[in-house]
């Protein structure tokens, strides 16, 4: 593979990816622990990926995950277990992971310094 057929993800991976991890805020901790208790099994993780799609290019994806897959970068913010794929891990590092609970909105928002532009239902960006 020559360096031009080298994939957008790997070359523009930020350096310190690594050690700037995606984080969960306590309110988003809170709940990913009681939706955990709900599915009443501990083998499961909160998986976040970043994939192709959505009206800005990228899309996120939160679900619960049992399997562990080649390259995850493991997390455990507040006691909460977190898998990132390493395809998504430098499109996530720094992001802030919360939950919001207001009459206008329900539901997990993601802070992402690596995003450069996003759209009006603020689940997809451009990366």
Partial sequence: MTSTETPVEL??????APSNDVQLTETAATKVRALLDQE???DLRLRIAVQPGGCSGMQYQLFFDERALDGDVELEPHGVPVVVDRMSAPYLGGAVVDFTDTIEQQGFTIDNP???????CGNSFCG
């Fill in 11 to 16: 070359s523009t991976a930020p350096a310190e």
């Fill in 40 to 42: 009443g099994r501990d």
């Fill in 114 to 120: 690596n995003a450069q532009g996003g759209c009006a």
